[in-house]
């Protein structure tokens, strides 16, 4: 008798379920039959991990050659070693050791390896998932090629302080969007399944709480609740999980009082306990270690015992390990289990990579080659850059600029820099991949226009240098366009300031330059939020073009003339003044809310400035505009197993087509712990012609109304909830109220 299809149907699923599960048995059997074979000395090895040619931390003393050691079977990692050439003539030293386990290659690939695109704030900035996952398959594309198993990110730290250098690094502050972004991230470096040739392994990082360190200042200690931990810092790792990401790295941070590298809440309970994880725990730099500078540990052999018991899997350049585990496990300090509990989850991540069936499967001189000059990366790098750009002032539409100008002054000390574009954390810097802004506008606009170009200032500059040279500049032309911000080493890791105002005298080479009452553009570059109220003020159009990477300069030019229309909205909020740092959309009504800003006495208020940023988390600017109507709800109410279907018409109604981030945020209006006055539930980018209207859909379900209670219980509790849509967080087109059952 013939089987129905949908008997046919079973069969197939359960034979795909039967040969991953053999698989996944597989893997685990080959694991356990080498573990048996390890001595205690080749176990602790596959826990060490070293820095090869290059140093991203402080220079730590190595007590053999690292190469013997390699040899041995004494180390599990190296990172920082790159290239077809050098990864396979370091794994074939590994080769050599008794039981041939080869090493993980590992490097920092924060947003490009060779093709250099956005930092990740700023494409963080495009609100697009699809390009955000493009861009870092790209680059695990690239380094896979170069012989590299593992990236260090992407960085998942949710941060309300710009003052601290590596919001650079991640995606800004906000829980949901962050969460979002991380799932992207991972999928984007590492594919659906490890062990394809063109992905490498993912590492969330930093665990836990490192984007809330005091005062902006890195490495510094982090109080706060477990509520807020639960509810702000943890989600986006726990999204990271979910989507399967292969390791994490531990930070820097206290976290109430106890080191995260020897925090066994976070690693151990919350992480390998209540997510069940199965990948493994790298510590930063030298962090295992650190613990001795912390007060936390007598010596190293002391912090060797903290980290291990805490879940700490793999120690980086610190040499805790290395030289103190086989000693604490054979004085009865240290359980083996622990030991081979790390050992294993390392060596599965080997086998599932493949690295046991071919070490050198990622070492192909050929394939480098191929793909590290595909010329289709770099078209996607300017399409990424161009939609991380954020159009932050446009006053009278000086913006886009006209074919028909035909005299623009081009100023500032970043108008024909090169290496600050790259931004920090690339494996490599090469200017000559690079287009600066000069260049770009300069093959935009061709013999057409008559460019003159005045650097004004340095960046750090102290003197007025050429002044007088931008103003004259600036008085001949039609249009002018300057190019202020940071130098690409002013932020990033161990980057912090007190001071995100614009550095040097840029601030009074705009002041001269605006003085002649030109229209003048001001196109910002910098790794974080920074502080311009004077330009802000005065300057007819703003550009936010953050560190943008190789084809900075192309992408910045395309959006000036309006080849691109700027769809980028800020993932942080950006202030008026240090003092309101740390600072969020997502703050709370309190007893004493300002309701007029007339009437701020015994209110929750400054005296010398409103409470407001300069420019809100989600807002942006573009060429066109948009209208938001005819919201309806399927429902006024919902119980918890039920959904809400929503929808409402969203028109473009200028004269440019144009891409618009609708955003959905909600509040609980009255519940057990107090809820902040919005917060981000969804968004949506809508792509749309001159004139057209979409139907925008969005679903609210429990999900959507849950938070952690008192107790840490995800619930959502029966009241009122305010549902609004809008272009930015202070910028809300729609309301509606909604009840739950």
Known sequence: MLLSKTRLLLIAMLCVSINGFAQKKTINQRVDSLLRLMTLEEKVGQLNQYSGREVTGPVTDKKTNQLNDIKSGMVGSMLNVKGVKN???IQAVALQSRLKIPLLFSLDVIHGYKTVFPIPLAEAASWDLDAIRQSAHIAAEETAASGVHWTFAPMVDVAHDPRWGRVMEGAGEDTYLGS????????????EKLGGLDAVMACAKHFAAYGAVTAGRDYNFVEMSDHQLWEQYLPPFKAAVDVGVATFMNSFNTLNGIPATGNSYLQRDILKGKWAYQGFVVSDWGSIGEMVDWGYATNKADAALKAIKA????DMESNAYRYNLGILVK???VDVKLIDDAVRRILYKKFELGLFDDPYRFSNEAREQKVLNDPS???IARDVSQKSIVLLKNQNNVLPLSNSIKNIALIGPLMKAKRDLEGSWIPQSDTTQVTNLYDGIRNKVGSSANITYVKGTEIHGKEQDDFAGAVAAAQKADVVVMALGEDWDMSGESKSRTDINLPGRQKELFKAVSATGKPVIVVLMAGRPMIFDEISDKAQSIV?????GAEAGNAIANVLYGDYNPSGKLPMSFPRSVGQIPLTYAGYSTGRPVKKLSDIKYKSAYIDMVNTPRYAFGYGLSYTTFTYTDMKLSSASMSKSQKINGCFTLTNTGKYAGEEVVQLYIQDMVASVVRPLKELKDFQKVSLKPGESK????VIDNEKLSFYNNDLQWVAEPGKFRLMIGSASDDIRLQDSFDLK
């Open 331 to 333: 004085s009865g300090q």
């Open 87 to 89: 990864t396979s003539e």
């Open 544 to 548: 936010y073009a953050w560190w943008l």
């Open 180 to 191: 979002q972004i991380a799932k992207a991230r991972v999928l984007g470096f590492q594919g």
């Open 311 to 314: 879940g700490s899997d793999m």
């Open 377 to 379: 990366h770099k078209l």
């Open 695 to 698: 139907t925008v859909r969005f």
